[in-house]
């Protein structure tokens, strides 16, 4: 058997994919996790995975290799070679996307990826595991009641559709970056360990949450306050944060 073949061996197939997911899913429904919300983290890994593939792709040289036959059948090979690279990678991506599509759209309540649809119970997970470590990097734990996250995220997240709600970890983790030193400001003046009480207009400074309210402060502050009345939280926590995030540096 040549090298060649012993690595086709070595790769796995759609059978054994499937008997992986499928014996994942068995694992997590022993678990408490509910089938429809393990399908949809599956299948944003998968899709993730594509897209991650796509960027690392599209970001390599696609010039034919200076040696072999390239070299020696000239130009029009080069460009053939070029061309081709950039026809899977084309088309990468696009199967990149459609896997999201499909992660996105066939969960549960999920008329469309692109239209306002119930928050589900996995979407608030993944939003409270993005907020967390993102949160403590600026502020220690906090003894605010945990389920003020919880109603908070909410109505952050009905600012959003399934597919930026599928995206909203990253936008979080840019937001953070772009903003870090006047972050670090704003938690370090009204956060845990400053002098302001952790109950009143600065409350939710002392939340994971107050990290996901800030960007969408910054991005979509219109949506943010009517999903923000619709849920009938208090108005002075808002306010807290709309004047903590204006404060000058």
Request: glycine share 8%; net charge negative; aromatic share 6%.
């Given at each position: 058997?040549?090298?060649?073949?012993?690595?086709?061996?070595?790769?796995?197939?759609?059978?054994?994919?499937?008997?992986?997911?499928?014996?994942?899913?068995?694992?997590?429904?022993?678990?408490?996790?509910?089938?429809?919300?393990?399908?949809?983290?599956?299948?944003?890994?998968?899709?993730?995975?594509?897209?991650?593939?796509?960027?690392?792709?599209?970001?390599?040289?696609?010039?034919?290799?200076?040696?072999?036959?390239a070299a020696?059948?000239?130009?029009?090979?080069?460009?053939?070679?070029?061309?081709?690279?950039?026809?899977?990678?084309?088309?990468?991506?696009?199967?990149?996307?459609?896997?999201?599509?499909?992660?996105?759209?066939?969960?549960?309540?999920?008329?469309?990826?692109?239209?306002?649809?119930?928050?589900?119970?996995?979407?608030?997970?993944?939003?409270?595991?993005?907020?967390?470590?993102?949160?403590?990097?600026?502020?220690?734990?906090?003894?605010?009641?945990?389920?003020?996250?919880?109603?908070?995220?909410?109505?952050?997240?009905?600012?959003?559709?399934?597919?930026?709600?599928?995206?909203?970890?990253?936008?979080?983790?840019?937001?953070?970056?772009?903003?870090?030193?006047?972050?670090?400001?704003?938690?370090?003046?009204?956060?845990?360990?400053?002098?302001?009480?952790?109950?009143g207009r600065?409350?939710?400074?002392?939340?994971?949450?107050?990290?996901?309210?800030?960007?969408?402060?910054?991005?979509?502050?219109?949506?943010?306050?009517?999903?923000?009345?619709?849920?009938?939280?208090?108005?002075?926590?808002?306010?807290?944060?709309?004047?903590?995030?204006?404060?000058?540096?």
């Open positions: 058997m040549n090298t060649a073949d012993e690595g086709r061996q070595q790769q796995l197939d759609a059978a054994s994919v499937l008997n992986a997911k499928t014996t994942l899913l068995q694992l997590l429904a022993r678990a408490g996790v509910y089938t429809g919300d393990a399908e949809e983290l599956i299948g944003l890994v998968e899709a993730g995975a594509l897209a991650l593939a796509h960027q690392e792709i599209a970001g390599a040289r696609r010039d034919a290799p200076p040696h072999g036959p020696e059948q000239g130009e029009r090979y080069a460009a053939g070679w070029s061309d081709g690279a950039r026809a899977v990678t084309v088309e990468l991506g696009a199967v990149a996307e459609r896997a999201l599509l499909h992660a996105v759209a066939t969960a549960p309540s999920a008329d469309s990826p692109d239209e306002p649809s119930p928050v589900r119970r996995a979407e608030m997970e993944r939003a409270k595991v993005a907020v967390t470590p993102l949160y403590l990097s600026f502020a220690d734990v906090s003894e605010l009641d945990p389920e003020v996250t919880e109603q908070v995220l909410g109505a952050v997240l009905r600012t959003m559709n399934p597919r930026q709600r599928a995206g909203y970890p990253g936008r979080l983790t840019r937001f953070t970056s772009a903003h870090h030193a006047h972050l670090e400001r704003l938690y370090a003046q009204y956060g845990p360990g400053s002098p302001i009480a952790i109950h600065y409350s939710l400074v002392h939340s994971p949450a107050s990290v996901a309210v800030l960007e969408r402060l910054a991005e979509t502050p219109s949506a943010l306050h009517e999903e923000w009345d619709a849920a009938e939280l208090p108005p002075a926590w808002l306010d807290g944060l709309t004047t903590a995030w204006g404060s000058p540096a």
